[in-house]
């Protein structure tokens, strides 16, 4: 796919596994070439379950499937953005003797006097994040795909999208870590909840958790979709 791209003319930027021929790549990378880059929004880090908004990137020539035969190779080059490895190595607080970092590549055949480094890494970014949306849905209703009737992934795709739409607006209006998590996370937090109704005075009752760390989110979503507007008069 990538050696018909190019040759059509256009440009490839695709991520690569960490195989151990980019590791080695990677440790080719001289440590004085590095440029440290600030992310314009901190992006959350679910391995560290922490914000990370600061990186470096570099990147080193590369040629990409090398085990297939001369005419598949294509070469170009290995931009590697590298964070700071938060999560603990040690036990007891004591420190690591030296930076410890993971390392996130990916392959282009943008020429380097189009797009530098910084700004290849920058435009690669932006892609990733449809990534995660992907991600996202993939997580809800289009688990269900791919069926074999056309209008059944249709109805499904459908479904996703208003799911999504749905539960991040949810996790909006709760507030908090909720406004920037995952639907996944905000189901299991927000929306499947153990609560017991109950009706009183033909009023419904809804009896939450006690102690539930999610309560506070859940009342302000509660009172931003269930209460009236404010009246315009005193």
Same mark, same amino acid.
């Given at each position: 796919?990538?050696?018909?791209?190019?040759?059509a003319?256009?440009?490839?930027?695709?991520?690569?596994?960490?195989?151990?021929?980019?590791?080695?790549?990677?440790?080719?990378?001289?440590e004085?070439?590095?440029?440290?880059?600030?992310?314009?929004? #901190?992006?959350?880090?679910?391995?560290?379950?922490?914000?990370?908004?600061? #990186?470096?990137?570099?990147?080193?020539?590369?040629?990409?499937?090398?085990?297939?035969?001369?005419?598949?190779?294509?070469p170009?080059?290995?931009?590697?953005?590298?964070?700071?490895?938060?999560?603990?190595?040690?036990?007891?607080?004591q420190?690591?003797?030296?930076?410890?970092?993971?390392?996130?590549?990916?392959?282009?055949?943008?020429?380097?006097?189009?797009?530098?480094?910084?700004?290849?890494?920058?435009?690669?970014?932006?892609?990733?994040?449809?990534?995660?949306v992907?991600?996202?849905?993939k997580?809800?209703?289009?688990?269900?795909?791919?069926?074999?009737?056309?209008?059944a992934?249709?109805?499904?795709?459908? =479904?996703?999208?208003?799911?999504?739409?749905?539960?991040?607006?949810?996790?909006?209006l709760?507030?908090?870590?909720?406004?920037?998590?995952?639907?996944?996370?905000?189901?299991?937090? =927000?929306i499947?909840?153990?609560?017991?109704?109950?009706?009183?005075?033909?009023?419904?009752?809804?009896?939450?958790p006690?102690?539930?760390?999610?309560?506070?989110?859940?009342?302000?979503?509660?009172? #931003?979709?269930?209460?009236?507007p404010?009246?315009?008069?005193?």
């Amino acid at each position: 796919m990538v050696g018909a791209a190019v040759r059509a003319g256009a440009e490839v930027s695709v991520t690569v596994r960490l195989d151990k021929r980019v590791k080695a790549a990677i440790a080719a990378i001289s440590e004085d070439v590095w440029t440290p880059i600030a992310y314009p929004n #901190a992006v959350f880090d679910e391995p560290t379950g922490s914000w990370i908004s600061v #990186a470096e990137v570099a990147e080193i020539d590369f040629v990409a499937f090398t085990s297939k035969k001369k005419v598949d190779q294509v070469p170009g080059r290995l931009v590697v953005r590298r964070v700071p490895d938060l999560a603990p190595q040690s036990q007891h607080g004591q420190p690591t003797l030296f930076d410890l970092w993971r390392h996130h590549a990916f392959f282009t055949t943008t020429p380097h006097a189009v797009t530098d480094t910084v700004a290849a890494d920058k435009i690669h970014r932006g892609h990733a994040i449809i990534e995660q949306v992907h991600a996202d849905l993939k997580d809800s209703a289009l688990a269900h795909l791919p069926s074999g009737k056309f209008n059944a992934n249709a109805a499904w795709l459908v =479904l996703a999208v208003m799911a999504f739409n749905l539960t991040r607006s949810a996790g909006a209006l709760g507030g908090g870590p909720l406004a920037r998590a995952t639907t996944g996370t905000i189901r299991r937090k =927000l929306i499947n909840v153990p609560a017991r109704a109950a009706t009183s005075a033909r009023r419904l009752i809804l009896h939450l958790p006690k102690g539930w760390p999610w309560e506070h989110a859940w009342t302000r979503l509660f009172t #931003a979709v269930s209460d009236p507007p404010p009246s315009a008069n005193p």
